[in-house]
């Protein structure tokens, strides 16, 4: 299965597409909006800041390709930063894609970042975690989401509770990093392949 992920000039789009590729994918990394647009599945991964994250995609025309990829149907999938460009305005500055309501805001926990192995629990039906309440997987973030409430699948104890996944219709995204959460991380992304055939 072709999978697009979108280049917006930064963060660890080659190991994601590994994880990718392991889990049965043919994963291409690309600028093309086209592309971005009409691929069977498209990811958006990376670390680091999300308004500069959002500034590449506008750039290379990746926005408006996400935007309408959503809005017809196409199912995505955002990983770390990529999950928090799916909503708007965000905290570190810049507004992301606007695809999902909700804010990004800065964590607030006795140590940021959010960096290491924490335990899900899973609080909605959800396709990609299924089967994985109580696995621990790799986070490494100082924002995190706050979508409606109908949204959220999945969550973490970090000083509070953050949201670690969120599915609405053809869209998702997880805020920890599946290509570095071991076997767990590449059960999910087997799931997310199945999901991207069912939506």
Known sequence: MRVVVADYGAGNLRSVCSAL???????????????VERAP???????????????????????????A???SGRPLVGICVGM?????ESEEGGAG?????GRVERLHAP??????????RLTGATELLDGLDGE????????ACSPEKSMAVAEVEHGGRVVAAVEHGPVAGVQF????????????????LAWSRSV
């Open 21 to 35: 590729e392991r889990a049965g994918a043919d994963p291409v990394i690309t600028e093309d909006p086209a592309e």
């Open 41 to 67: 599945l498209a990811v958006i991964a990376g670390v680091g800041n999300t308004g500069a994250a959002a500034r590449g995609l506008e750039q290379r025309g990746l926005a408006a390709a996400l935007r």
């Open 69 to 71: 990829r959503a809005r």
């Open 84 to 88: 928090q460009l799916l909503f708007g």
């Open 97 to 101: 894609l606007g695809i999902l309501p």
């Open 111 to 120: 140590r940021v970042p959010h960096m290491g192995w924490n335990e899900l």
């Open 136 to 143: 621990d997987v790799y986070f490494a973030h100082s924002y």
């Open 177 to 192: 990093h599946p290509e570095r959460s071991g076997p767990v991380g590449a059960r999910i992304l087997r799931n997310a």
